[in-house]
């Protein structure tokens, strides 16, 4: 048994070994959700941190592969470089041209991006959501709002709005979703059925100045699904503001499980267990423990 109660199988010379790399990553959650899933499926694999100092993914990789790793996530600073240096990668992956879990199909090393899928897996599991004809708005214009219009776009979002801070990056967002993507402004926002908040601005100013929220909360309201990527604290003052005007919520935490969860498919071959997934990490987060 583990420090945090989660049950595993003794390691061995035999134990196939994957592992989260980025940088800084002691904080990652990803060995707890992989090693929470192992022990689930019983099966005899582990996964670890690998802090890889930025500029060093393709170095990270080449000693990876040397040494046998049976697969890899990948996050920040790195996700644009191993994509980039994997053998090849997923229409997800190269779409977004970040990676955020690697493959090894038999020594060909294939790079794939499961944050997009990850939040409608999550959104499907916590609200029944389904992203086929909806109007879908995401404010943000980074590494995950990308994911997330890409990925709603797919899915058959009937429009996908992209809000930014800087206009030039929302445009290059917008174009991900195909044909049903464009660059709007805050003011779409009460049309829309989903709301996702892809910034970090969310959290508000803990100095209790007036803040720049990513919509407007009294944009918000009744029969919209309103989510917060951010999960570090569990409600952010923006979430609980939409909340208030009647809205259903959701923070990020379901987006970094199903995530895992898919990773954990993809290595493996197996269903990933879910439940044990999440029980393994709601803990620790509501608590405001790593992240
Ligand atoms: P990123 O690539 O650095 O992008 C940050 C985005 O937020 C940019 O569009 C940026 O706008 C915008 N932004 C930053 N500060 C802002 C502010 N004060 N006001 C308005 N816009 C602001 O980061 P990322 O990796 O996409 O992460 C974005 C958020 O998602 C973070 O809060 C992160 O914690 C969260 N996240 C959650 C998960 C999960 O699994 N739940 C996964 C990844 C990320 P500009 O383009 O104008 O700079």
């Given at each position: 048994m583990t420090t945090d109660g989660t049950a595993r199988l003794e390691l061995?010379?035999?134990?196939?070994?994957?592992?989260?790399m980025g940088h800084p990553v002691a904080h990652s959650l990803s060995p707890r959700l992989h090693n929470a899933a192992f022990a689930q499926l019983g099966l005899d694999w582990v996964?670890?941190?690998?802090?890889?100092?930025?500029?060093?993914?393709?170095a990270?990789?080449?000693g990876a592969r040397a040494l046998g790793i049976a697969g890899l996530s990948v996050t920040m600073p790195h996700?644009?470089?191993?994509?980039?240096?994997v053998d090849s990668c997923t229409p997800a992956a190269s779409r977004l041209g970040a990676v955020n879990c690697v493959i090894d199909r038999d020594g060909w090393w294939l790079g794939d991006n499961t944050d997009g899928a990850g939040l409608l897996a999550a959104l499907d599991r916590s609200d029944g959501f389904d992203p086929g004809g909806a109007r879908c708005l995401v404010v943000g214009a980074g590494g995950a709002a990308r994911a997330v219009v890409a990925a709603l776009g797919d899915a058959g979002a009937a429009e996908v709005v992209v809000v930014n801070r800087t206009a030039v990056r929302a445009e290059g967002a917008a174009?991900?979703?195909g044909p049903v993507g464009r660059v709007g402004?805050?003011?779409?926002?009460?049309?829309?059925d989903l709301v996702v908040n892809a910034t970090p601005a969310?959290?508000?100013?803990?100095?209790g100045a007036p803040v720049a929220w990513p919509v407007d909360p009294s944009l918000l309201g009744p029969g919209q699904l309103v989510v917060d990527l951010v999960y570090h604290p569990p409600v952010t003052p923006w979430l609980a503001a939409a909340a208030d005007r009647g809205a259903r919520t959701a923070n990020g935490l379901g987006m970094l499980v199903h995530q895992a969860a898919l990773q954990i498919e993809r290595w493996t071959g197996a269903e990933a267990p879910v439940e044990a997934m999440w029980a393994a990490v709601a803990t620790s987060v509501a608590a405001g423990g790593p992240s």
């Open positions: 061995s010379a035999a134990t196939r070994v994957v592992g989260v996964s670890v941190g690998f802090a890889v100092a930025p500029g060093r993914a393709a990270a990789l080449a996700k644009e470089d191993v994509a980039a240096s174009v991900l979703a402004d805050v003011g779409d926002a009460p049309g829309c969310g959290m508000g100013d803990v100095t």
